[in-house]
């Protein structure tokens, strides 16, 4: 009984012995064999495409807003080992530091931080701060809309101690002008489902946010 390429299927010849039943079960054994191995790996390629960063959604903001992380429930808490949000924007008075606080939660000393902000005309440090507060400060903007920030959560994926680092640049003139760099955790376990974005005093004036989740 010769074999077909390219899967060695059984497939019998005129001048084999009679034997319809066995060439029948032979021929259907084979290729129930190829259509496992096939599915198996659509199966492979299917995860592997899963894999990496994963749009979430993008927002375009004029008053402080929350980010629904789980996209209405289409991820839910957990589906994410990481979470980055991008935000450029400006805010109603110049000068402060807009920050996010987790799923809403102000519990005092939940949100840990360490922080550096750097004057970019002499390369001086402007200011910095390490405390435990309720939220974290990811950027220091102005009333200028070229704001920039861009931070990541990490070990987003399970209730857990999450940890955050961010970078950050406030626009305006030569003096004023500020890069910004920060880190921090939280004191308690949390499962990541949202994040509020606020400034430490007026109102986010305008903001286009970008999140998306690393899938692993």
């Not at 629904?68 to 589906?79: M, N, Q, S, V, Y």
């Not at 530091?97 to 005309?121: E, F, K, M, P, Y």
């Amino acid at each position: 009984m010769p074999l077909i390429p390219p899967y060695g299927l059984r497939v019998p010849e005129k001048s084999d012995q009679p034997d319809v039943a066995g060439d029948m079960l032979n021929l259907g054994e084979d290729v129930r064999d190829q259509l496992v191995r096939v599915d198996n790996d659509i199966a492979e390629i299917q995860t592997q495409l899963g894999r990496g960063w994963v749009p979430i959604g993008f927002g375009e903001e004029n008053s402080n807003f929350t980010i629904d992380l789980t996209a209405g429930g289409k991820f839910p808490a957990g589906t994410f080992a990481l979470i980055r949000v991008h935000m450029r924007g400006s805010l109603t008075v110049d000068g402060v530091r807009i920050q996010v606080r987790v799923n809403a939660d102000n519990t005092a000393g939940l949100h840990r931080h360490a922080r550096w902000v750097w004057n970019s005309d002499d390369g001086s440090l402007a200011n910095s701060s390490s405390f435990d507060g309720t939220a974290w400060p990811v950027a220091e903007w102005s009333t200028a809309n070229v704001g920039l920030a861009e931070f990541t959560i990490f070990r987003t994926d399970a209730t857990s101690q999450l940890g955050y680092v961010t970078q950050g640049y406030r626009g305006g003139g030569t003096a004023v002008r500020r890069l910004f760099l920060a880190g921090g955790d939280l004191s308690t376990s949390r499962l990541l489902n949202s994040l509020q974005v606020f400034p430490v005093s007026g109102q986010v004036a305008t903001c286009r946010w970008w999140a998306e989740g690393y899938r692993t």
